[in-house]
């Protein structure tokens, strides 16, 4: 039995507005104590933000609580229950590894939740052991750090404890624990489960809980139901628009981990791309390509008619009438995706202002990647440097005819060359987690217990926007190789 935590106080101020929910949608559960938990990763300036006592957490005291060992004041632990479409097939499911503490309350008024992920079995463990293993949980640790400094949304990282017992996989492995920081963790899936094992009444009381903490204003609409569609769906379009500006792709872009409040979450077979090519995917599991690169826009939509379908009795007492509405707002996705991608596409080329012919110009640059094989943030972080001779699209004469289409545009623009500069460096990451960096630092932490090689990652990371003489070692590709980069689940 886990104990109370009694002696530092680290600051937590939980409360726990998801028990007001139905039992159905939770389970209060009892944390399974670690053998030996050792604090190997913690994130000092998100604890920071947080308002915890860093040197609080450091003590055995408080890793305790970040091993589940322990739990503070006020802890409630529990675990969801949802559902999901992986892979496009319906499954029930629910937290099968992961516990939440409670809901942190920072200073500034903010609620997160602090879940634990491998912190032992569940009623929803549907067989597993609940653990995780050390390398997961540090890629996850990395990915969404990485993902936070590029200014993508995304849960966060606070920590990471190794436990001192093993976890059984294709091989033995060190086990860990990771601390999850999320706005929430209600899904796509949480409403398929209410709508598939609740009543109307279930559904109706998780809808008004997700607009009360994610969408108060527009708590007193008449229309708030359709109203909480809508901004979701915009969240969903910028966010996986977001995702495709930086070269990133999400490896399981199941209902069960795409959340209402527009967060990335689960960072288990995803990666960055090097080489653009739109049918780039990294997943070991992903063997037809479902979430590719180029489908990930596509695959957006099709979760978000998923939660629609779902929400379908809150819409109108008509079904005809409430299946119109729910077709409307999905249908202005595409539209939203659209044009946050477009917008985003023109800051990268250092653009102002709208002109017909902006999308054909990125098309262009983009298909001439593709057919060079060109690296895809090293062509833009190219551009942005005036060095467009260190790309393979140099002095072919596609790219001549284009560069001097991308010269004139931002010539009828009337802004110094800095300025340009300036936007472009602002979107074009200078570094992004390269597949071989990440590898690299894991080995040197599971291997060798060497956590400074991903502690200079981290830091390179930290400001990817910097263009310093320090990420310059980061920016290069991997080395040329007859295998494909494999991502895993990491279960």
């Known amino acids: 039995m886990a104990s109370k935590f009694t002696e530092t106080d680290v600051g937590w101020e939980l409360e726990h507005s998801y028990t007001e929910l139905p039992q159905l949608f939770y389970s209060i559960i009892e944390p399974k104590p670690v053998r030996s938990p050792k604090l190997v990763k913690l994130n000092e300036d998100l604890a920071g933000e947080l308002g915890l006592n860093i040197d609080a957490l450091k003590e055995v005291e408080g890793t305790a609580v970040l091993a589940g060992n322990a739990m503070p004041p006020g802890a409630l632990p529990l675990a969801q229950a949802y559902a999901g479409h992986q892979f ?19 200073p500034d008024g903010r609620r997160v939740d602090i879940q634990l992920k491998g912190s032992g079995k569940t009623p929803y463990s549907r067989g ?24 993508v949304r995304t849960n966060r990282s606070l920590s990471v404890v190794t436990t001192g017992e093993p976890v059984y996989r294709e091989n033995i492995e060190q086990g860990a624990v990771l601390a999850r920081v ?32 994610h969408f108060p204003e527009i708590q007193e609409k008449e229309d708030r139901y359709s109203a909480m569609l809508e901004e979701v769906v915009k969240r969903q379009a910028e966010l996986i628009a977001d995702w495709q500006l930086v070269g990133f792709i999400h490896g399981v872009m199941n209902t069960d981990n795409m959340v209402l409040s527009g967060e990335t979450i689960d960072y288990g077979p995803c990666a960055f791309m090097n080489t653009y090519h739109p049918d780039t995917s990294f997943s070991s599991i992903d063997v037809r390509g479902r979430y590719a690169y180029a489908n990930q826009r596509m695959i957006g939509g099709w979760n978000l008619a998923r939660l629609a379908e779902a ?23 595409t539209t939203w995706f659209d044009k946050h991608w477009l917008d985003g596409m023109r800051a990268k080329l250092g653009l102002s202002g709208e002109e017909k012919e902006d999308e054909q110009l990125v098309e262009d640059l983009l298909s001439m990647m593709k057919d060079e094989k060109a690296d895809f943030t090293n062509t833009f972080r190219s551009l942005t440097l005036g060095c467009p001779e260190a790309t393979p699209l140099a002095g072919t004469e596609a ?51 060497d956590y400074s090689v991903m502690d ?8 990817p926007y910097a263009y310093t003489a320090e990420q310059e070692a980061y920016t290069e590709p991997p080395a040329p190789s007859t295998m494909p980069y494999r991502t895993f689940c990491g279960t």
């Open 88 to 106: 496009g097939n319906f499954t029930m499911l629910g937290d099968g590894r992961a516990l939440m503490i409670g809901e942190h309350v920072t």
């Open 128 to 151: 597993g052991d609940g653990r995780a293993a050390l390398g997961p949980m540090l890629r996850e640790y990395i990915m969404s750090e990485a993902m936070h400094a590029l200014g």
């Open 182 to 213: 999320a706005s929430s963790h209600i899904r796509v899936g949480t409403f398929e489960f209410a709508r598939g094992g609740g009543s109307e009444e279930d559904l109706q009381k998780l809808a008004d809980y997700t607009i009360a903490r």
């Open 311 to 333: 929400m379908l009795p809150l819409f109108h007492e008509d079904s005809e009438t409430a299946v119109e509405i729910a077709q409307e707002i999905v249908g202005r996705y």
């Open 399 to 449: 790219f001549d005819s284009w560069y001097k289409r991308w010269k004139e545009r931002l010539e009828r623009q009337q802004e110094s060359e800095d300025a340009v500069r300036e936007r472009m460096k602002q979107h074009n990451p200078s570094v992004i987690p390269r597949n071989h960096r990440v590898e690299e630092a894991l080995e040197a932490a599971v291997k060798d217990s």
């Open 456 to 463: 200079n990652l981290l830091d390179v990371l930290s400001d």
